[in-house]
């Protein structure tokens, strides 16, 4: 069964950063789509930033240029590298690995953007 487990939220002040990782369990994640989701309280969870199976990558326009998803292949970990943080990036975090037709979801890490 896959398992995922995400870290590295926390409150940081407006103009911060803070790195998120996202840990698997029962499955190679490094050599598979991974996504970056965002939930805000009472909103529909929102697409962040996608790894593809070849390494590209790709971004909602909020967030780029500020914020970098990347994998650790030797310790079978995804980041997201966020920076210059705004008050509207707070939210809940979500890992999501996707294994055709399936994906798997971890249970968030909450990062809050606040002075």
């Known amino acids: 069964q896959v398992h995922l487990v995400e870290s590295g939220g926390g409150l940081v002040q407006p103009g911060g950063s803070l790195r998120l990782t996202c840990v698997a369990s029962?499955?190679?994640?490094?050599?598979?789509?991974m996504s970056w989701y965002r939930q805000y309280p009472g909103k529909e969870r929102e697409l962040v930033a996608h790894i593809m199976t070849n390494d590209g990558t790709d971004y909602v326009d909020s967030v780029k240029g500020r914020f970098t998803i990347y994998r650790d292949k030797g310790k079978n970990t995804v980041h997201l590298d966020m920076t210059k943080l705004r008050p509207e990036d707070t939210a809940v975090y979500y890992c999501q690995l996707c294994v055709w037709p399936q994906s798997y979801w971890g249970q968030g890490t909450q990062v809050t953007v606040s002075s």
């Open positions: 029962g499955s190679d994640l490094t050599i598979r789509k």
